[in-house]
């Protein structure tokens, strides 16, 4: 191996090649080396939230005069360039690592201390004139440095995902409206039940997603507490006083969200609640949206010999064997991405329990957990609404034939012929094929004109009217 190709660092473990122009240095390195985990490496959004976290550390420290400023500018020019999208090639260490996030946070200081360094005049490696703990480290640990970049991150992430949310809601809105007039019969259990309009149907869909852009939305208020500060235990050793009274401020100012310190910053590097707390709402999400596709498979079910009340979009071909065959495959992915969430709320679970004493290590997995929901429920929301959604279309005779097929209508008389007749008439019709109506109208039960205006579809689906309906029945009595 030619030795002209690398350069020499050390660290507490000792001396270490590492590759003459790399930006990282032998800890980013080292972690690289001993976590081959996953394949993959920090994601985006992290790195650019530990590049903000140390811009905003280098100016905290600069105005609290213990940062040179020539220093403070190399800082802050190299995490800016790292904001923008340059250089995230060199932070390619694994995001499930030992160490509770220190060679995340390593890599970073490294990458920072050698953009800096060239911008002052210095050689890669020397760190002369910066160097990644004394400078872009200072008054920090990974251990608050860490979880503040992993819950970053997270906000940006779930920004995106309240961004599809609402098309979705949206989306669903606008079908409701367009299938408000059509009558179809609800079902319980699988079973016949009641009428129900299919745009009341969707109109449902609609409201559970809404509240879980309340729970999510005040999830992320939880982490927009952070322990910037808190340095290794939440005691704040080896922090400025200034430094610690503006470095959240800053860090805000940078990042454009309202955030805070922790109010009691070991309480803070101690507890992962809220980020449980915060994936638990994104795994209801999650429930949310499988339910929904769950019901949209069935309602497409068929279509010849299903249910076939709606009609999905069709986007490729279903088998490799049956010509014509078309599956629900957005549905089908939508909820895999579900249960992907769902596992991923485990993970997030026992990480948060298994922390020990003054800090838990399992972050790492905790946060590629978290990004990994998030992203998978974006994309499902995504091709959710425009591959399915915006393109379902009712199958509106269908949905009358069944309607008129079932007895489930039958219910619409217990309050005028009572239990016993209707429960005896609905055995009836299912036995011998004969309609509801003729039923009611060989035992004289009804007329024509009070059976038809009892059952009429589209009072028996709304809630005001139907009630008036027994109301003024029972004035007449």
Request: include cysteine; proline fraction near 3%.
């Amino acid at each position: 191996m030619d030795t002209a190709e690398f350069r020499i660092e050390s660290d507490s473990v000792g001396e270490k090649q590492v590759p003459i122009d790399a930006l990282y240095g032998v800890q980013s390195l080292r972690g690289h080396e001993n976590f081959k985990i996953t394949g993959r490496t920090l994601h985006e959004e992290m790195i650019k939230a530990l590049a903000q976290i140390k811009k905003a550390c280098a100016l905290s420290n600069c105005n609290a005069g213990v940062l040179e400023k020539d220093k403070c500018n190399a800082i802050v020019e190299a995490c800016d360039e790292i904001i923008a999208g340059k250089y995230h090639q060199a932070f390619f260490t694994d995001p499930v690592q030992g160490g509770a996030g220190t060679t995340a946070n390593m890599n970073a200081n490294e990458v920072i201390a050698n953009l800096a360094e060239l911008k002052l005049g210095g050689n890669l490696g020397e760190y002369k004139l910066v160097h990644p703990n004394d400078h872009v480290n200072m008054g920090q640990s990974t251990n608050d440095v860490y979880p503040t970049s992993g819950k970053l991150g997270a906000i940006s992430l779930a920004n995106n995902l309240l961004d599809e949310l609402n098309l979705l809601i949206e989306a669903l809105g606008k079908k409701a409206e367009e299938f408000d007039e059509v009558i179809k019969i609800g079902r319980t259990q699988l079973q016949d039940a009641v009428p129900i309009r299919l745009g009341q149907e969707f109109n449902a869909y609609k409201h559970a997603l809404m509240r879980d852009i309340s729970r999510i939305n005040f999830a992320l208020d939880g982490l927009k507490v952070i322990n910037m500060g808190a340095s290794a235990i939440g005691t704040g050793i080896n922090v400025d006083t200034e430094y610690l009274k503006t470095i959240v401020p800053t860090l805000a100012k940078i990042t454009g969200y309202d955030l805070k310190q922790a109010e009691d910053l070991i309480d803070g590097t101690q507890n992962l609640d809220a980020l449980v707390f915060f994936h638990g709402t994104i795994k209801t999400l999650a429930v949310t949206l499988s339910k929904m596709s769950n019901d949209l498979r069935l309602m497409s079910s068929g279509p010849r010999t299903g249910i076939g009340e709606i009609n999905l979009p069709p986007k490729q071909n279903g088998s490799s064997i049956m010509p014509g065959k078309i599956n629900p495959v957005i549905p089908e992915v939508v909820t895999q991405a579900a249960f992907l969430t769902i596992g991923n709320d485990t993970t997030v679970t026992m990480c948060a329990e298994a922390g020990q004493l003054e800090l838990n290590a399992f972050e790492p997995v905790l946060f590629k957990s978290i990004y990994e929901s998030l992203e998978a429920l974006t994309g499902a929301m995504n091709t959710l609404r425009v591959n399915c959604i915006e393109g379902i279309t009712a199958n509106r005779e269908r949905c009358d034939e069944l309607l008129h097929a079932s007895v489930g209508m039958v219910t619409a008389l217990v309050p005028h012929i009572g239990y016993k007749h209707s429960a005896s008439i609905a055995k009836e019709s299912l036995k011998t094929g004969v309609s509801v109506k003729e039923l009611v109208m060989k035992e004289g039960l009804l007329t024509e004109e009070e059976f038809n205006e009892i059952m009429n579809p589209m009072d028996l689906t709304t809630p005001g009217i139907a009630a008036k309906h027994l109301l003024e029945e029972k004035k007449n009595k």
